[in-house]
C-alpha cells in the first residue's frame, strides 16, 4: 500500500518511514503541516493515511481528519503520544481505522494496515447505491420513514436517546447513540459540531465564528472549539 504520514516531530517521522518500508509498504513521504499536507494527500492519493492527532499549527488532526472524510475518502490512522479520554473520544466522531502510540511499535503498524486492507476490500464489494435514503423511526406500533436530507440536526438526549430535529417545532426520539446515528448518515452532509450535535450542513443558515454558533433556521447551536476548523473544511470561505 502507498502510505502517507502528517507529523509535526521529524524523529518520529523517521522511525515511522523505516517502519512502513521493512513491511514492504511505499513511503510516499510525510509533512509537518495542515494546509500542506491536504495538498499533497490530494496529489499523491496514498492509500492510507498517518495522522497526529495533536499537529501544531492551523489544522488540527481532527481537522484534517475531518477534510479526509469529506473529499478524499481514504482511510487513515491516528497517531498520538497523549493518552486523554477526551482526546481519544474526540478522535472518534471521524472515524479512524485505528490509534497507534508514539513510538509507533512495528508490530502494531503491521495489524493496524492489515485492518486497513480489510476495510478497503469491504467497502469495496458494497454498492452505495444501496444506502436507503430514508430512516423508519419508530412511533409506537409504526414506523414513521423520514427523508435524510429533511433532517436539520440531531441532538443528544438522556442516557442512550438523541432528538432527531425533523423541521422547526418536528422531532422524534430514538433509542440510539449520536455517533450510532452518525454510521447511518452521509459524513458529506452530516458533521459533529459538537460531542451533543450533529448538523446538516445544507441547512445551515449562519455560522457566528467568534461566538462559535451554527443557525439552522431558528435554533442555535454550539460548535465545540474541537470541531470548528473541520466544520469550516466543509465550505468555500470568500
Known amino acids: 500500500m502507498k502510505i502517507f504520514l502528517v507529523e509535526d516531530e521529524w524523529v518520529h517521522a523517521e522511525d515511522i518511514r523505516i517502519s512502513i518500508e521493512n513491511l514492504g509498504h511505499e513511503w510516499l513521504g510525510f509533512s509537518s503541516e495542515g494546509f500542506d499536507a491536504i495538498n499533497k494527500i490530494n496529489k ?11 499537529l501544531h499549527g492551523a489544522q488540527s488532526g481532527t481537522a484534517i481528519a475531518a477534510f479526509i472524510n469529506k473529499e478524499i475518502k481514504k482511510p487513515f490512522i491516528f497517531i498520538t503520544s497523549v493518552i486523554d ?5 474526540q478522535g472518534l466522531y471521524t472515524n479512524p481505522v485505528a490509534y497507534l502510540t508514539k513510538p509507533i511499535n512495528e508490530g502494531d503498524l503491521k495489524a493496524a494496515l492489515i485492518k486497513v486492507k480489510t476495510i478497503v476490500a469491504a467497502a469495496d464489494a458494497y454498492d452505495v447505491n444501496d444506502t436507503p435514503e430514508q430512516l423508519l423511526i419508530r412511533i409506537g406500533r409504526n414506523l414513521l420513514p423520514v427523508n435524510k436530507a429533511n433532517i436539520l440536526f440531531i441532538e ?21 447513540s449520536l455517533t450510532a446515528l452518525m454510521d447511518l ?14 448538523i446538516n450542513l445544507h441547512a445551515v443558515s449562519k455560522i457566528d465564528e467568534a461566538a462559535q454558533l451554527v443557525y439552522i433556521n431558528k435554533y442555535c447551536i454550539p460548535v465545540g472549539s474541537n470541531y470548528k476548523q473541520g466544520l469550516l473544511l466543509h465550505f468555500n470561505i470568500l
Open 44 to 54: 499523491l492519493q496514498p492509500d492510507v493515511i498517518l495522522l497526529d492527532m495533536m
Open 185 to 198: 448518515l452521509n459524513q458529506k452532509t452530516f458533521y459533529r459540531v459538537h460531542k451533543e450535535y450533529v
Open 156 to 176: 443528544t438526549g438522556e442516557k442512550n436517546y438523541c432528538k432527531i430535529h425533523v423541521a422547526e417545532n418536528t422531532q422524534y426520539t430514538v433509542k440510539k
Open 85 to 89: 479520554e477526551n482526546v481519544i473520544e
